[in-house]
């Protein structure tokens, strides 16, 4: 749950969480513009799910 907010708040923190720092670099750039924030945050949560799908 707290991934889930990470994901939605700071989308390029929850990369770094999962160990992707490339993505979580490249999400950092789409966070600093206010159009691209909303695409971080999708991306993220994906990635969130995707990430807790391989590890169950």
Do not use: Q, S
Request: charged residues 10%; hydrophobic residues 70%; contains cysteine.
């Amino acid at each position: 749950m707290i991934r889930l907010l990470i994901a939605l708040l700071v989308p390029w923190l929850l990369f770094f969480t999962i160990g992707r720092p490339f993505a979580g670099i490249l999400c950092v750039l789409l966070h600093l513009t206010i159009i691209g924030w909303l695409p971080a945050a999708v991306w993220a949560v994906l990635a969130w799910r995707d990430y807790e799908a391989k590890m169950a």
